[in-house]
């Protein structure tokens, strides 16, 4: 019962847990630059990862760029600075919310799908079965989804930003009586390539670790049905938490001396 000795083990425990998944995220990159590389698998999770996720993410993005667009005017229109509307909501959707709203929507549903698919194969011991035939499970079932996500994300989160700044777009010039030609010349001119680029190297950041932590999950689920439940449950809470924590830093790395 010493408050000491269990902040402790709880630290300790977070240790080994960070030191576990270190070490099977180094095993997965490993795996990825190494041949033989299963490009018809990497292709089916990025349908999966890609093409399956962009109509939650499009939908994501459109209202987000819309709700930008109303609350910037709201604010702005204070201080007579309703022009910033169409500034404020590109470099929003490209820098944060374009790659943060995509990278959550997607660890939901990808996160806990992965998750489950290689839960069940533990459990069922099919991941011992591709041991027992020669097969790496690693490169089978881990690098192809690795590469995959970080391959993918950026495409899906460049489709984002596009459909998140016409929503803003349309808001801006149907509702709120912005020039159509003024709205986008101020989209562009205040647009700079490292905004969309930050967004991109953030995209592919999380694209990894949504990956990452659904196979880590799932790979190491336990318990059978319960314990499918919990791995599902614990990839998507800790891939949108990392996605929150590496959001920050890659946003130091790129605008830290700006």
């Given at each position: 019962m010493n408050p000491l000795?269990?902040?402790?083990?709880?630290?300790?425990?977070?240790?080994?847990s960070v030191g576990r998944l270190t070490q099977f995220a180094g095993q997965g990159l490993r795996h990825c630059f190494a041949p033989p590389f299963y490009g018809r698998l990497i292709f089916k999770q990025m349908m999966t990862i890609g093409y399956f996720s962009l109509p939650v993410v499009g939908?994501?993005?459109?209202?987000?760029?819309?709700?930008?667009?109303?609350?910037?005017?709201?604010?702005?229109s204070r201080f007579n600075a309703e022009s910033a509307v169409a500034t404020i909501v590109v470099i929003g959707i490209t820098r944060e919310l374009g790659p943060v709203l995509g990278g959550l929507m997607v660890?939901?549903?990808v996160a806990s799908a992965m998750a489950a698919e290689i839960g069940t194969m533990r459990?069922?011991?099919?991941?011992?079965?591709?041991?027992?035939?020669?097969?790496?499970?690693?490169?089978y079932l881990v690098a192809p989804r690795l590469w995959a996500g970080v391959i993918t994300l950026p495409i899906l989160v460049l489709v984002a930003d596009i459909i998140g700044v016409m929503g803003g777009y349309l808001v801006g010039t149907h509702k709120l009586g912005f020039n159509q030609g003024s709205y986008?010349?101020?989209?562009?001119?205040?647009?700079?390539?490292?905004?969309?680029?930050?967004?991109?190297?953030?995209?592919?950041?999380?694209?990894?670790?949504?990956?990452?932590?659904?196979?880590?999950?799932g790979f190491n689920s336990k318990g059978g049905a319960q314990g499918v439940g919990r791995a599902?449950?614990?990839?998507?809470?800790?891939?949108?938490?990392?996605?929150?924590v590496a959001n920050y830093f890659v946003t130091e790395l790129f605008f830290a001396t700006k």
């Open positions: 000795a269990i902040v402790g083990r709880i630290f300790l425990d977070f240790l080994a939908l994501t993005a459109l209202f987000t760029g819309m709700v930008l667009a109303l609350q910037i005017y709201i604010g702005s660890a939901g549903r459990v069922t011991e099919q991941i011992d079965a591709l041991t027992t035939l020669s097969t790496n499970p690693f490169k986008i010349k101020n989209t562009f001119d205040f647009l700079e390539t490292l905004d969309v680029v930050s967004g991109l190297v953030k995209a592919g950041v999380f694209g990894f670790i949504i990956a990452l932590m659904g196979c880590y999950h599902t449950t614990n990839a998507v809470v800790s891939a949108s938490i990392l996605i929150l």
